[in-house]
């Protein structure tokens, strides 16, 4: 069972580049999320979406974006880097309330 | 909008004691609760989760929590921990689609 596949794993961007994370997952999940996750603060929610085509604000969605065309992927948008945004970000997908998370993208802004 | 606070940031514990990791809940409607842990490099796993029923919640690897509603708050416990128990451990609730909340996270150490 695969779950939830994020890619990559490891990333470093220099200041005002852009990237995209990738999230997949094969449990038929309505719900998807994404978090960052910063040394002693928890995990922050970025957006969510309840289903394709939907999608909304978390606690700090500022320089992100997400979009989400089929009930598998919800992919991140990172349009101008920032040295604020290295973080470690999870996505996860419920059915319901159970949330099941990704392994997790550790990125860098340099 | 919902909060959740862990009382301990750090905790250090010899193998074989007890454990008790706080956690309290603001929120006034219907609230599910939960436990993640984080091994070291590792993805968030569900340790246990309440969502009604029975206080008192049995989830993996021996741990329990208990559901104190008068008192909001929903504590992790474990009788007797082992080294392999070191990891990051988070109480999270959620009260609808909109994701979990979560708290900061207990750093736990488990000494030899």
């Known amino acids: 069972n695969a779950g939830v596949t994020q890619t990559p794993k490891f990333r470093i961007l220099k200041i005002g580049q852009s990237m995209t994370l990738q999230c997949t997952q094969d449990m038929n999940h309505n719900y998807m999320y994404w978090y960052r996750q910063d040394p002693g603060m928890g995990l922050k929610l970025i957006y969510y979406?309840?289903?394709?085509?939907?999608?909304d604000k978390g606690e700090v969605p500022n320089g992100y974006n997400v979009s989400r065309s089929t009930t598998e992927d919800f992919p991140l948008r990172l349009e101008l880097a920032a040295p604020s945004q290295t973080s470690v970000y999870f996505c996860?997908?419920?059915?319901?309330?159970?949330?099941?998370f990704g392994q997790g993208t550790r990125l860098t802004v340099v | 909008a919902q909060s959740v606070s862990q009382h301990n940031h750090h905790v250090i514990l010899s193998e074989a004691a007890s454990l008790e990791l706080g956690c309290n809940y603001s929120y006034g409607g219907t609230v599910n609760l939960f436990w993640y842990v984080q091994y070291p490099g590792q993805h968030l796993q569900l340790l246990l989760k309440?969502?009604?029923?029975?206080?008192l919640v049995k989830g993996i690897k021996g741990f329990e929590a208990e559901f104190i509603k008068s008192k909001f708050s929903f504590n992790l416990r474990k009788p007797s921990v082992q080294w392999s128990d070191t990891a990051e451990y988070f109480c999270?609730?959620?009260?609808?689609?909109?994701?979990?909340?979560f708290g900061k996270g207990t750093h736990l150490i488990i000494q030899p």
């Open positions: 996860a997908s419920s059915h319901s309330t159970e949330a099941f």
């Open positions: 999270a609730s959620s009260g609808g689609a909109d994701g979990l909340t």
């Open positions: 309440y969502f009604s029923g029975d206080p």
């Open positions: 979406s309840v289903g394709a085509g939907i999608t």
